[in-house]
Structures are given as structure tokens and as C-alpha cells.
């Protein structure tokens, strides 16, 4: 198989660089600077077990590559608000022997959220959810760092519709060659719900900085429980806070130090979108569909959006001023 890795920032070059290592088959698609950059001195990627450089094929879209092949997997790696653009342009590439992306082959969707399945079943046929646990930066084009150990990260992996399959099961066995771990489950949606959960602190972060403070975990523990209200009420399961210990404790440790998560390396990169709308946001939908108040996600969607579309430098609001916006928010509800 060969991976077309659609959106080679922290997650996907690293998926994709470590693919590599392993001896898979690997396209990086990227745009602008970072295009540029892998193309011209090759993705830079440090783990763990240190710093190189992979010479890895770039392209910025599917007419750079031709006819795609019959054995493709598109992993599509790109942030929610950008995932209708990417379906669109590599759903309608054709594959050799007929028939088009959309038609024949398997897009793996290794995103935060769950939405992007929800849009890829629209288009293609053959839709997978990945539930990432990597930790991982892309600040500087070329460069990324996944320093996890003693695995890279966990990747759990499914049929969107819920099973599981030998393609499924031959993805995971390269994955896991590659320094992951790779559980192929039957309710993929239901750890990526869990997941949701934990991303709702993603715009506390990116507003108010990623250093740790109690006041940022009561703001996140109120989300966390309208997040958990809105799923409950509408009848959605997700995995319990014991059952991901479980999964992950031991397995991906990250050094010392504080890192910015990817909404927070989305304002520091200045890329002008976050994607809020489809983590806090997702709790605001379900909130308003089944009658639950949302107005700490309603406040943290806000804000974030705030930050992105005006500019702003992550860390720019106080959790107090943040907090007091919630509160307001909440008084109204």
C-alpha cells in the first residue's frame, strides 16, 4: 500500500515520516512555505529516538501525481474546517482502472473532532475514524517533533460506520511497525467521543497560554461536563476516562516541559482558522439539538474564533477575564 499523507503538519508528517522509516511507501501533500520546505531539504522530524531528515515525495495536490493507484490509502490529516476542500479536490482524482478516489479507495480520518466522517461518508465509500493520541509541533515549515516514548503515539482505527475489516487490520500492522500502536476496533466513534472531550481544553490553551493553572482546570472541568451532558443526552457513547488510562498510560509519555496543543500551534503558525467550531463547537450543536446548555463551549468556541480571525497571539486573554466571559455566558443560559 502506499499512504498519501493529505496534510503533513505535527500529525500527519509524523504518521507519515515514521511510515517511511519502517519502509512503507509514502506521498506528503502540504501547501506554500511548508511544501516548499520539505521539498527542498526534506521533513525534519525529531522523536524520541532523535533527529533526521526524510527525503519524502511532496505534492500539493492529485494532478502532481497522476492517476492514483489502486492500492492508495489517503490519510487525511488536515484540520476539520479544511477537510470539505480536501475531500473535494482528492474524492474526484481518478484511480488506474476506473472509477475515481471517491469510488475505489480508503480515506483514514486521523483528525481531532468527528465530523470529518460524517463528511467523508457524504463522498467517499470507504470512510475510517482514527482516534490520535500524538503528541506532536509543527511551528516551522519542515520541522516537526513527536517526542512521545516509549510509542510515538496510538492510533485506534475503525470502520466510520462502526466494524472493523482486513484493510483496517493491514493498515494497523504497518502502523505498528512504524512505532505506534494501532487498535483496530468495532466502535472507532466511541473513543474518538472520548477524545472530543478531551479537546475541549484545546481553546482554553490557545486564549489563555499552555502553562497548567487551576484556573484553566475548572474552566475545562465545566466544559468537560456540558460535553458530557449534550452526549448523554443525545444518546451518543463514548469511552470512559478509565478505559483511555488504560489504553495509553505508560505508552506515550511525553518528556517535561510545556507544549502548545494544536489550536494553540494553529494562532502561533498565524494560519487564520481553528477548529474550535468542531470541538467546542460540536457541543454547542449537540447542546441545542437535545436542549442542553452549552454556554462555557459557546464561550470558548467564541473566543478562539476571536484569536484566529483578528490575528491574535495565542495566550493573549487571561483565564480570569476568559472565566468571567463563561460566567456571564452561563447567567444568561
Known sequence: MRYIIIGAGAIGATIGGRLAEAGAEVVLVARGAHAEALKADGLRLTTADGARVHRIPVVTGPAELGELRPDDVLVLTVKTQD??????????????????????????????????????????ARVYGVCVWLPATFLEPGVVSALCTPLTGILHLGRAAGGADARARRIAADLEKSGFEAPVVEDVMRWKYAKLLGNLGNAIQATTGPEPHPAKAALLLRAQREGRAALDAAGIAYASDAEQSAARDGKVEQPPGVRGGSSWQSLRRGTGSIEADYLNGEVSLLGRLHTVPTPVNDTLRHAANIFAREGLPPGAMSIEDLTALADEAAARA
Open 83 to 124: 477537510a470539505i476542500a480536501a475531500l473535494d479536490t482528492w474524492g474526484d482524482a481518478e484511480v488506474a482502472g476506473g472509477g475515481t478516489a471517491a469510488q475505489r479507495l480508503p480515506v483514514l480520518c486521523a483528525q481531532n473532532g468527528v465530523e470529518s466522517e460524517r463528511l467523508a461518508l457524504r463522498r467517499f
